[in-house]
């Protein structure tokens, strides 16, 4: 178990799931590199789509963590995966996703 935490953060960290070009007002203009089973993280944030966020934390429970605020926990560490080179926080920011990060900014604080 420990091994596969391990194997699974690693990959997070190696995680660049998400690179948008210079025009980011469109979804259309975005496109994904690197490991795209977290892709729906990035996309949850450039659609501002909680029900999308939700639904991936939800799907990621027993891969990377035991709950869905842990496996958010996990996402948003230091350690967590990035979009377009930030965290999930800064890139919903940076993407003014207010729903998603009002949700992220939530719940990490909890």
């Given amino acids: 178990m420990e091994h596969t935490m391990k194997k699974v953060l690693i990959s997070l960290v190696a995680l660049t799931a998400f690179n948008a070009s210079a025009g980011m007002e469109s979804s259309s203009k975005v496109r994904f590199a690197g490991d795209s089973e977290y892709s729906s993280f990035c996309k949850a944030v450039v659609n501002d789509d909680l029900g999308m966020l939700k639904r991936s934390l939800r799907s990621k429970v027993g891969q990377v963590a035991a709950s869905s605020n842990d496996v958010l926990r996990k996402l ?19 993407r003014e996703a207010s729903q998603v990060s009002a949700y992220l900014k939530t719940k990490n604080n909890a």
């Fill in 76 to 94: 948003v560490s230091a350690e967590g995966m990035k979009c377009n080179g930030v965290d999930l926080i800064q890139f919903s920011e940076q």
